[in-house]
């Protein structure tokens, strides 16, 4: 897939966030708060894996299809069975339909925004944007997303960070009044490149021994003098948590847990050699090695023109080959069980197909893909009306989307943080755990 190509807002790939990358140097200084509670508990917490379709994944074209709705809402592709009885898919996504006991969609989803920024927003951080949100900022959160209240709540394991985006950040991705402290670390290298490589991992190859061992040796000086100079213990404690960050990020532990080299290549291939298949693989390294969440950042979905020819030629064979294999390699190595994983877009696409054979916005209704970590496989949550225009009976949002991962990940909602002003904010913004996924 070209990663040139735009969102209809203008943005590229390369306009997408860069700011806030945890490098060696920039997590000693920003991750003393995550290693104050780092946890070294034998008993294994749920992980979470997102993997965001941004743009828009058209959903009534694979999650939720009306095969007795007229032309111009049903489109050109049909359901077929899955190995579930009564559960169907759409016919481009045949290695998803052999493996639906693993799953459960939520059909039943909808939200008010059907513009990009913010409803990204709402559904990386699962509250809405207020006045004054700003999709143009970097990064643009007003409220933590998923991934900073975990790293924030959990802390680190076993010497790797607890938060990563790849293979970049989302600009809603941010930690926002929780600090730099609870940002990701970020990749910001595609993982299907050939020779790749982390680059916070390694020093600039511009630096050579010597310089580095003199930084050492300048940095090992400060803390001679935090040790003997009349400094309070808050500082002295910080020059700590700065060190073992310092360490976290150059552990070989991390080091390891980003070697994709260090995979058969028949598994690989079985992922798909393309960004989305490897980040998935990547993502099931990560939550392996000790990684609380992994949000996967895959372009581009929004699928204004030719949705049916992009969709069938391009995103849905890379779909197929990752989201599968992703369970599939999970169960087969005893963690699907706690991990959750968590397929969204920021909202689905319009029921009705436009002039240019291509689906617009639509926040109105939307399926949620979810696996694993408490998930009931082989499930169906609400359903949408006959044109799939919007959910019918009961409906969730994202607030209860969130209060349904938090609870999985045993994480209290009703657990507050304090804005710089002092404002204290719940965790979930009011959400109901939906009871029926679980």
Known sequence: M?????????????????VGCAGPLSAALAWPNVLRGETTSAKEDVALIVVFLHGGLSTIDTLDLKPNAPVEFRGDFSPIATN???LEVGEHLPRLAKTAQRFALLRSFTHTDSNHGPADHYMLTGYAPTAGFNPNLKPNNQ???????????KGSQRGVPPYVCLPQMHGSCGASYLGAANAPFVVDADPNTPGFRVPDLLPPLNIDAERLSARREMMQSVDRFRQTAEVNAKARQLGVFQQKAMELVTSKATREAFDLNSEKDALREEYGRTTLGQSCLMARRLVE????????DHHNWDTHYNNFHVLKQDLLPQFDAAIPTLLRDLDDRGRLGNTLVVVMGEFGRTPRVNKDAGRDHWGPSNTIFLAGGGIRGGSVVGKTNAHGERPEGVSHGPEDLAATMYHLMGIDGTQEFYTPEGRPVKIVNDGKIITDLL
């Open 84 to 86: 579930v009885p009564g």
């Open 2 to 18: 070209n990663s040139k190509r735009s969102f209809c807002d203008g943005i590229t790939r390369r306009d997408l966030l860069r």
């Open 143 to 153: 409220r933590p997303s998923h991934g900073s209240i975990i790293a924030k709540v």
């Open 289 to 296: 090695s000790g990684v609380r969440c992994v949000t996967i």
